[in-house]
């Protein structure tokens, strides 16, 4: 009679192989792309009537990224890092100038009245702009507008505007509106 040899019990290995899957899935950590934060308007109502709005020539800062990653904020090509000041000078202001954007006293619900930019940014950029540069571009914007509603939340409330609460941040949001316009790439090279 011929031995029979043992079999290895391969019952559990299953088990095995599904908790080290478990264990792998539970303690690895995911990486998470991040993006820009931008949060569009909302649809207009289809029975909505459009209309024209004018924009005075002077509340409008026209900032431009060719293809080569070059910007031009205004009529003046300056360099990224310059570019934040740039934007706060022009939304508020300072001395009145007539070239920059007007001011208007508008009634915010829960603060009173308040003089408020009229200004807008516009962005353009060339479909050759890098990704990086055009990025870069985004954060010195919304940076200098976040730099303008930390100033003005520390003169009316002692605080940034991080740490206030959801009601004082609507307020500080519309007395330093984010006006970003942003046109749609052109292909300048070839023309």
């Not at 998470?32 to 289809?46: A, F, I, S, V």
């Not at 202001?93 to 930019?117: H, R």
């Not at 702009?129 to 009316?156: F, K, P």
Request: with cysteine.
């Amino acid at each position: 009679m011929a031995k029979k040899t043992p079999e290895i019990n391969s019952s559990s290995t299953a088990d095995i192989a599904f908790l080290l899957l478990c264990y792998f899935l539970m303690t690895t950590t995911m990486n998470q792309d991040m993006g820009l934060q931008r949060r569009l308007p909302p649809m207009p109502d289809k029975n909505q009537k459009v209309e024209d709005q004018k924009v005075n020539r002077r509340n409008i800062i026209i900032v431009k990224i060719n293809s080569a990653d070059r910007l031009l904020a205004g009529n003046e090509p300056i360099h990224v890092s310059q570019l934040r000041d740039k934007i706060k000078e022009f939304l508020t202001n300072p001395a009145n100038n007539p070239d920059l954007p007007e001011k208007s006293e508008i009634d915010i619900e829960g603060y009173g009245p308040c003089m408020v930019s009229k200004g807008v940014i516009s962005l353009q950029n060339d479909r050759g702009t890098s990704y990086q540069a055009y990025i870069a571009v985004q954060n010195e914007l919304v940076g200098a507008i976040n730099e303008l509603r930390d100033d003005w939340s520390m003169a009316n409330y002692g605080k940034k505007y991080a740490q206030l609460d959801e009601d004082r941040q609507a307020i500080a949001r519309k007395a330093v509106p984010q006006n970003i316009s942003e046109a749609e790439p052109k292909d300048i090279a070839k023309k």
